[in-house]
C-alpha cells in the first residue's frame, strides 16, 4: 500500500498540484511583504513564484552543494552580486526555493545563502577600512558575524563554517571592485528563515487592517532583511498529507523537473496552468494528455514571431544583454530571430542553438555576418566546445577587420538560454581581444602567457554583472581554460 502510494505521489498531476498549493503560501509571504520583490533560486524555485509576481524576470542561482556538510563554499561562478541593487533599493529581498529531501530547508537556504551573506559582509567591512572615503559608513555599526539556524546547523558545524569567512571574503575582494556595492549596501545582510510551519513573521505584522507589513518598520531595522522561503511542507508521512488535501501532496514536487516534467519547464507551467489543473482533468492520464497538446502546439509555433504580451514580458528573460562597453551581447536563442536581430546586430554568433532557416550556414565564412558552432548542450558539448573557440576567434577577427576597420562591431552570441555555450565563447573573445578599459581591439590578440586562471574567472564575473543568468558548467569552464593555458 505505502509503496504505491508513493508511486502515485511521483505523478506529473499531483506534483503540478503540490507545486500550485505551494505557490499559495509563498504569495501569502509576498503579500505580507509587498515592497521585497520575489526571487526564485533556480532552478526548483522558478515552479512556485507565478510570473506576475516575480521581480522583472530576476532569479538568483544559489547551489546546494555549497551548503553540504565539509564542502561550504563561496561560489565564485555564482557570486549572484546581481541581487545586491534589489536588496539596496527595496531595503530587503525575498528568495524562494524547496527541498524534497525531508529537510525543513535546503541547504541552499539553510547555508548557502547565509555563506553568502556573511561574506558580502565581511567584503564591504574590509574594503571600507582600506579604501572608503565615506566616513558615514564606517561609523555605523557592521554586523560580520556568521547567522544559521541552530534547528538545522549544530553549532560545530557553524563554527567550522564562520572559521572560513574571511577566506572567501578576500577571494571576493581580489576579483570584484566592491566600490559601487559598498556605497550601496548601507546596512549589513541578515538572513531570516520562514517555512510554512513558521509562526514568528506573523507577529511582524504592523497594520491589521491591511494585514502587511510597512515599509517603515523595515527603515527601523539595523540590518537588510534576506528572507529564505521554503515554500514546501515537510510531508513526512504521504498517508497523513493525503488525508489532509484532495492529492497526494509532494514536497519539493518542482525538483529535477527533467526526470518528470515530459518537456514542462515553470514558464510553460504558467502560461498554462488553468488547463492543466482544471477542474475536468480528473486523473494524471489526463492531465499527460493536456501537456502534450500544449508541448505539441508550442513546437509547432517554436518559429512564430514573438508576440509581446503581458504574460510573456513577465515569463520570458531579457532577449540579450549587452556586456559593458564591449559591444558584444549574450542572449538566447529568440534574440538571433531574423529580421529583426539584424535591426540589433552586425554579426550574430550561434553556439549550437536549432537554427532559423533564414540564418542557415554551413561553413564558417567572413562574408557572411552570422556564425554557426555546433555545440552541443551539456557535457557532451565541451570537446565541441574546445575545437569551436579557435573558429570564432578566427572569424571574428576577420569580420571586424574587413567590415568594420575603425568601429566596433555589434555583436550577438548565443545558444539556446545564453547561459553556457555562448558565455564560453564570450569570456573567450574578451580574453583575447579585451582591453584594459573594458573595451575590445580587434586588431591585436593578447598573447597567451600574460593570461591566467584568476582573469578567465574574472571575465566571467564581469559578465555576469550584465548577464546574470550565465553560469557555464565546470566542464566548459575547463575547457576554456585549457584553451588559454594549456592542461593542468
Known amino acids: 500500500m505505502e509503496d504505491a502510494i508513493r508511486k502515485d505521489a511521483k505523478n506529473l498531476l499531483n506534483r503540478l498540484k503540490s507545486i500550485k498549493y505551494d505557490s499559495e503560501f509563498v504569495a501569502h509571504i509576498s503579500d505580507r511583504f509587498p515592497h ?32 553540504h556538510f565539509g564542502k561550504w563554499n563561496l561560489s565564485m561562478k555564482r ?16 528568495i524562494v526555493d524547496s527541498t524534497r529531501s525531508g529537510k525543513r530547508f535546503p541547504d541552499s537556504l539553510s547555508k548557502t545563502i547565509p555563506i553568502w551573506c556573511c561574506v558580502i559582509n565581511n567584503a564591504l567591512a574590509i574594503y571600507r577600512a582600506t579604501n572608503s572615503n565615506n566616513k558615514s559608513l564606517e561609523s555605523l555599526p557592521w554586523d560580520v558575524k556568521f547567522h544559521s539556524l541552530a534547528s538545522l546547523v549544530s553549532k560545530t558545524e557553524h563554527d567550522q563554517i564562520a572559521s572560513q569567512i574571511l577566506k572567501w571574503a578576500n577571494a571576493l575582494l581580489s576579483s570584484v ?9 548601507t546596512k549589513p545582510l541578515r538572513p531570516i528563515w520562514i517555512a510554512p510551519d513558521t509562526r514568528y513573521f506573523v507577529n511582524l505584522i504592523e497594520d491589521p487592517s491591511s494585514n502587511s507589513v510597512k515599509r517603515p518598520l523595515f527603515e527601523e531595522l539595523d540590518y537588510f532583511p534576506v528572507y529564505c522561503i521554503n515554500a514546501s511542507e515537510s510531508s513526512g508521512n504521504m498517508v497523513d498529507s493525503m488525508g489532509m488535501k484532495d492529492f497526494c501532496y509532494v514536497q519539493g514536487a518542482g525538483d529535477d523537473h527533467e526526470l518528470w516534467g515530459q518537456g514542462l519547464s515553470p514558464q510553460i507551467f504558467w502560461e498554462n496552468e488553468e488547463r492543466l489543473l482544471s477542474p475536468q482533468v480528473s486523473c494524471n492520464t489526463e492531465c499527460m494528455v493536456v501537456l502534450r497538446a500544449i508541448l505539441s502546439a508550442r513546437r509547432q509555433n517554436d518559429d512564430c514571431v514573438l508576440v509581446p504580451n503581458e504574460l510573456s514580458d513577465l515569463t520570458h528573460e531579457t532577449l540579450f544583454n549587452w556586456i559593458g562597453n564591449t559591444n558584444i ?29 533564414e540564418m542557415v550556414s554551413t561553413v564558417p565564412d567572413i562574408s557572411n555576418d552570422y556564425l554557426y558552432l555546433p555545440i552541443p548542450e551539456g557535457k557532451r558539448g565541451q570537446h565541441a566546445l574546445y575545437d569551436a573557440i579557435p573558429i570564432a576567434l578566427d572569424w571574428i577577427q576577420s569580420v571586424s577587420l574587413r567590415k568594420f576597420p575603425v568601429s566596433l562591431p555589434k555583436i550577438l552570441i548565443h545558444c539556446m538560454q545564453g ?70
Open 329 to 357: 551581447a549574450i542572449g538566447g536563442r529568440r534574440a538571433g530571430k531574423p529580421p529583426l536581430c539584424w535591426t540589433n546586430f552586425d554579426v550574430v554568433i550561434n553556439c549550437g542553438a536549432i537554427e532559423y532557416a
Open 177 to 185: 571592485d566592491m566600490a559601487s556595492y559598498s556605497e550601496m549596501i
Open 79 to 94: 557570486l549572484n552580486l546581481h541581487l545586491l541593487p534589489i536588496i539596496a533599493k527595496d531595503a530587503g529581498c525575498i
Open 36 to 67: 521585497l520583490k520575489l526571487v526564485p533560486n533556480e532552478r526548483c524555485g522558478l515552479w512556485y513564484v507565478h510570473p506576475s509576481r516575480r521581480s522583472q524576470g530576476c532569479s538568483v542561482y544559489f547551489k546546494s552543494t555549497d551548503g
Open 419 to 488: 547561459k553556457e555555450r555562448s558565455v564560453a565563447i564570450a569570456i573567450s573573445l574578451l580574453m583575447t581581444f579585451g582591453t584594459a578599459d573594458g573595451a575590445m581591439d580587434y586588431r591585436t590578440r593578447r598573447k597567451r602567457e600574460t593570461m591566467s586562471k584568476k582573469q578567465i574567472q574574472d571575465k566571467l564575473i564581469e559578465i555576469q554583472r550584465y548577464r546574470h543568468l550565465a553560469s557555464p558548467s565546470r566542464a566548459f569552464m575547463c575547457r576554456v581554460n585549457e584553451c588559454f593555458l594549456g592542461r593542468e
